[in-house]
Every structure is written in C-alpha cells, then in structure tokens.
C-alpha cells in the first residue's frame, strides 16, 4: 500500500492526553480518517440513489428464465 505524508493540527490538550495515554497518533488519525472516508461515501452513494433511486426492471426476470432449460 502507498502512503502519503500529511500534517494536521490537533488541540494542544488532546496532545498532551494521547502522550499520557501512550496512544499512536498517527495509528488514531489513520483511523478517523478512514472512518470519515467510509461514513462519506455512503452519504454520497445515498444521496446519489435518491436522485436516481433504482426502478424495477423486467429484464432481469427474463434473464433468470435464459438459464432455465
């Protein structure tokens, strides 16, 4: 997998408690964003079917019957 440098910027306070906690900043940073990333595309896959929502289509039970002998 390739990765990508990046800076971002975290409260001075949340800093202090990631450091006391021992917690991997960058492991909980890749994990919020992926999490961002997921939560993004399903609201952008959502909107995207309501605009074009799916309509029955009856070529679908035809195909079904082809593979009947």
Do not use: C, I
Request: glycine residues 4%.
């Amino acid at each position: 997998m390739a990765t990508t440098r990046t800076t971002f910027t975290l409260d001075r306070e949340m800093a202090e408690q990631a450091q006391l906690l021992h917690v991997n900043v960058s492991a909980a940073a890749r994990e919020g964003v992926a999490a961002a990333v997921k939560r993004a595309l399903g609201e952008t896959d959502r909107a995207a079917y309501q605009r074009v929502p799916e309509q029955p289509d009856d070529f679908w039970d035809e195909a079904e019957a082809w593979g009947e002998a």
